[in-house]
């Protein structure tokens, strides 16, 4: 399953790759903190009952739990066993119905066929693919004709915020809304839209995110 950009895994920040004891506990103070991002990429993403998701990088899994169980098949990829393990006991329910399954792996190589889902999500994960241009077509291969991708960034360098040292402390690429939809447009994608969200994220020191946002995108008819 590993990957060369997953070499270094061991060395990655907490954020990036939680693991261990610590990671699960993070995973869930993160979903916590997130919920204010989930609900504006859910309000993004609306979910119907014959969706086919898939989830990168879903950490704790508890937006699945809240948000997409009500979908016809869930698939989730990460980076992180441990979050593998978290997330299939917190949906452990859809887990033994035979209607989610979560895999390790990185998302420039994901293990599920050519046209599999009609909705791909990312959450607070885009900003640390290490290869986002070959994620990208990954996804577009993996989403059915008229499929949708919704990416949801709460840092981004839109949000008038100065990122300088979350860049240094968690090893992350910030885009803005014209780079993503270039980025978009250049891997197969139509369609492109941003929609920007206010947010407050509370474990660190309650602050204000003014312009979060959350990016959609189609995979043509083919
Ligand atoms: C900041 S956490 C966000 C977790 C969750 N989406 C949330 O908002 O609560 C980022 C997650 O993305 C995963 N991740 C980072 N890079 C990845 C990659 N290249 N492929 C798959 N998963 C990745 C990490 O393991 C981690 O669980």
């Known amino acids: 399953m590993a990957s060369s950009c997953m070499a270094g895994k061991d060395k990655m920040p907490q954020v990036e790759n939680p693991t261990g004891f610590f990671g699960k506990l993070l995973a869930r103070g993160m979903a916590w903190g997130h919920r204010g991002f989930y ?49 299939s006991s917190i949906n452990k329910g859809l887990v033994k119905a035979g209607k989610a399954e979560f895999k390790e792996g990185n998302v420039s190589s994901i293990p599920w066929g050519d046209n ?80 920007y969200y206010k947010s407050i994220w509370i474990p660190f020191k309650g602050h204000v995110v003014p312009k979060g946002m959350v990016v959609k995108a189609k995979k043509g008819k083919n």
């Open 39 to 87: 609900k504006n990429a859910a309000k993004v993403l609306d979910l119907q009952p014959d969706d086919s998701y898939l989830e990168i990088g879903f950490g704790s899994g508890l937006f699945i739990k809240k948000y997409a169980a009500h979908v016809s098949r869930i698939a989730g990829l990460d980076y992180s066993k441990d979050m593998v393990n978290l997330a």
């Open 116 to 195: 599999e889902f009609s909705v791909v999500v990312g959450i607070e994960t885009f900003f640390f693919w290490p290869e986002p241009k070959t994620a990208l077509k990954e996804i577009l291969r993996v989403l059915a004709p008229e499929g949708r991708l919704v990416l949801e960034m709460a840092y981004n360098k839109d949000d008038g915020r100065d990122h300088t040292k979350h860049i240094e402390k968690y090893n992350f690429t910030l885009y803005s809304g014209e780079e993503m939809k270039k980025l978009l447009v250049e891997s197969g994608f139509s369609d492109v839209s941003i929609v």
